[in-house]
């Protein structure tokens, strides 16, 4: 693959306002020619500053010599030894070159084939001479029970760290010049290898070397780090692997600054902002609900409702996060704020993300108000108001009865999905937007409840997965936290059992026998499938698994056939789902095979079991919100993992468990949501925290993890607040674009 440099770099974009932004928004090609670009684009790099920032995962030198016993079949690596064997074999027609790699202790064979082309055999022998010490990369093969590798492209160095040969792909290697005896070992893929880019990222270093920094000089400086153009010489062409670590840290300063400045931005944007306030108004609905409650508020939710209050209160728009574990009680504390709001003259919304989830709240918080939901009836008590549900697949006569409710203002609460973010939908007087599972709806959604209320609502977020602090801080760094950690009274113990299917075949049976049993005892029970079908590509399906069809039609026609047996997944119809859920919530049903469409917000108290098939093909967060579906009543539960994958794996220090069954054993081994949150965000290595990793998206953090980068996470908050109050209005340059640039990156997340 030919690079090219190309002299005379077009004009790049003239939206960015600062040099530093401009420039790196370039578009690769400009820098490196159209093939090598197309291949880098694979790898998600597109422009200047995203070849920039693609990093070397490692660095080698001439004394790095690799561990090869530590190799393992199916690995990408990176290997550097010496030659101690070189020898062409085969027939005239089928030559091949057959080399060693050595550490001194354990041994890799190379295969090289190249079939009738002698000369190319011979070119690749003199290259792998014995005694050349050789970087080979590629995937590790097997080959008679043993490690090797077949075709890896090389690199062979000199004593000083110099590459001075090697081979791409059957091709004689161009030089790649090295200054300071490190080796970058880049991400690379099946269409570029790790010398290409490595060519590619100086070629974009060579238009960066006089780069301005797009902060003013201090932000650098109070942080400790160099100028971003030092910074990407530091990280390409190091002299040392501590240059190298600087220049990394301040790439990645640069995104975490970039995420705080604009989380900055909101939160004074919202304080900006004018709402109505909505204070107390003693001895109406609030109240009235208040004195009806069969159980008593927690200390945290009475300590979570006076902040929220507090909030409504004032004249510029709340903006709340409330987090909690599963079952710790956020509708009740929702509702009140709701219930405030109506109080004070306003309405307010429920948003949901399915169908299932606004049908579930809409049937909790009816059966919680009782008659104080029946505004507009003659049988309506004192204060009372309507309630509402809003749903894309509501019948045309429906929605125009609950959309006038909505416009009159005779709805207090609306309930709803997607539907109430509709072109014809109005509100009288939007008060309160309370926004449930938050990472499902994006800032344009929000943008778009907040256009139909004259002054901008009060905004409470939602979310049952606890949240870990420097996941907050980057993810929700505009909303003011509160979290619920208590569990009301009366909840019951649930027991959780990871099962290896193939170890404890047994063990399936009697998960069948136990929900029969648990049924007899006038219990009821979920099993919960990965998937719908064998095709399923929706957002339900994870990519394999058991499917809901298959185990419905498997045990109505067998171990459980003398029981009512639900099914529910979310391309049933509407009126399905919702005839499903009411029946087995009412106790029609016993059994409730599904997907995760009751992930969240179903609320059963009599459900006591619960199997999960395949559980390895979920994640720690949402085994835990499927567990916090039982025992939600008196009763103790049972959580059932069943996986067929396998629990142990060799590994570099002996046999130790997998991922998968790590993930398994944390779920089993605690309760307690924000550890498992903390658990599932160091497996995860979080990714891209503001969701932007979809196929052909740029990475808005590419570099920062939010788990190993906590400390730096808050230096960049406490910087860009002061950024951001030594220039509150974003006149730097460099302050504009990279807000600009975030807001751009969530709201193509959404």
Not at 82 to 89: A, D, L, P, Y
Not at 486 to 515: H, K, M, S, Y
Request: hydrophobic residues 45%; aromatic residues 4%.
């Amino acid at each position: 693959m030919a690079l090219i440099r190309v002299r005379d770099v077009s004009q790049p974009p003239s939206r960015w306002q600062s040099d530093a932004y401009r420039v790196l928004a370039t578009k690769v090609e400009h820098v490196v020619g159209g093939p090598t670009a197309k291949a880098l684009g694979a790898l998600g790099v597109e422009t200047l500053g995203d070849l920039l920032r693609h990093l070397p995962r490692r660095y080698l030198s001439s004394t790095d010599t690799s561990d090869l016993s530590q190799l393992r079949v199916g690995d990408e690596v990176a290997v550097l030894a010496r030659v101690t064997h070189s020898e062409i074999k085969g027939p005239p027609n089928a030559r091949r070159l057959e080399a060693t790699l050595s550490d001194g202790r354990a041994t890799l064979p190379l295969t090289f084939f190249g079939g009738r082309r002698e000369q190319l055999v011979k070119h690749w022998q003199g290259e792998l001479r014995i005694g050349a010490l050789v970087i080979a990369t590629g995937k590790v093969g097997e080959f008679k029970n043993h490690p090797q590798m077949t075709h890896p492209d090389f690199a062979v160095i000199d004593d000083s760290g110099r590459i001075i040969g090697g081979a791409i792909r059957n091709r004689t290697m161009g030089r790649v010049t090295q200054s300071g005896g490190l080796i970058g070992i880049y991400p690379a893929s099946a269409k570029i290898t790790t010398w290409e880019i490595a060519e590619s990222a100086r070629l974009a270093v060579d238009h960066v070397r006089t780069l301005p920094d797009p902060w003013p000089s201090w932000v650098a400086e109070e942080a400790g780090y160099p100028a971003l153009a030092d910074a990407f010489v530091a990280v390409h062409e190091p002299t040392t692997r501590d240059e190298a670590r600087l220049g990394q840290d301040r790439l990645r300063f640069d995104e975490a600054f970039a995420v705080q400045l604009t989380m900055a931005h909101r939160r004074a944007s919202a304080l900006a902002g004018v709402a109505v306030p909505r204070p107390e108004v003693p001895g109406q609905l609030l109240d009235t609900f208040d004195s009806r409650l069969p159980f008593p508020l927690t200390d945290g939710q009475q300590q979570v409702s006076a902040e929220i209050f507090d909030d409504l209160a004032r004249p510029h728009p709340m903006q709340r996060l409330l987090q909690g574990d599963v079952g710790s009680g956020k509708t009740i504390v929702a509702l009140r704020a709701m219930l405030r709001t109506v109080d004070a003259g306003g309405q307010a919304v429920l948003l949901a993300p399915t169908e299932v989830l606004a049908a579930q709240h809409y049937r909790t918080i009816t059966g919680l108000l009782g008659d104080l939901a029946e505004g507009g009836t003659l049988a309506a008590p004192e204060h009372a108001t309507e309630v509402v549900l809003l749903t894309g697949s509501m019948s045309a006569a429906e929605k125009k009865r609950v959309l006038l409710s909505m416009a009159s203002g005779t709805a207090g609460i609306v309930i709803g999905t997607h539907a109430v973010l509709g072109e014809k939908v109005q509100f009288a007087e939007l008060g309160l937007v309370v926004v449930d599972e938050q990472h499902r709806f994006g800032v344009e959604q929000r943008a778009a409840l907040n256009a139909k209320a004259e002054h901008r609502p009060h905004l409470l977020v939602m979310t049952a997965t606890p949240i870990p602090q420097s996941v907050a801080i980057t993810l929700f760094g505009d909303l003011t936290v509160s979290t619920l950690r208590e569990l009301p009274a009366g909840r019951a113990e649930i027991t959780t059992v990871a099962i290896d299917v193939n170890a404890q075949p047994g063990w399936v049976d009697r998960a069948w026998e136990r929900i029969t049993e648990e049924v007899a005892a006038g219990r009821q029970a979920y099993v919960v499938c990965p998937r719908i079908h064998e095709k399923d590509n929706s957002a339900e399906g994870l990519g394999g698994g058991a499917t809901v069809l298959d185990t419905f039609a498997e045990l109505t026609a067998g171990p459980l056939r003398d029981l009512r047996v639900g099914l529910l997944h979310g391309q049933l119809p509407t009126d399905e789902k919702d005839a499903t859920m009411r029946a087995f919530a009412a106790g029609e049903l016993d059994v409730l095979v599904a997907t995760t469409v009751i992930e969240v917000g179903v609320d059963v108290p009599n459900a006591t079991m619960m199997v999960i098939r395949d559980a390895d093909r979920f994640g720690i967060s949402q085994l835990h919100q499927l567990r916090g579906r039982i025992g939600r009543g008196g009763h103790a539960g049972l959580c059932l993992l069943m996986t067929a994958a396998e629990t142990r794996q060799l590994g570099r220090h002996g046999w130790e468990e997998t991922p998968v069954w790590q993930r398994l054993s944390a779920v089993q081994a605690t309760r307690d949501g924000f550890e498992l949150a903390e658990a599932d965000l160091a497996q995860r290595r979080e990714g891209d925290i503001l969701g932007t990793t979809q196929a052909g998206r740029r990475s808005s953090l590419r570099l920062l993890s939010v788990v190993e980068h906590a400390d730096l996470v808050v230096l960049a908050r406490d910087l860009a607040d002061r950024a951001l109050a030594e220039d509150p209005g974003l006149t730097t340059p460099g302050f504009a674009d990279a807000v600009a640039a975030i807001e751009e990156l969530m709201q193509e997340a959404h």
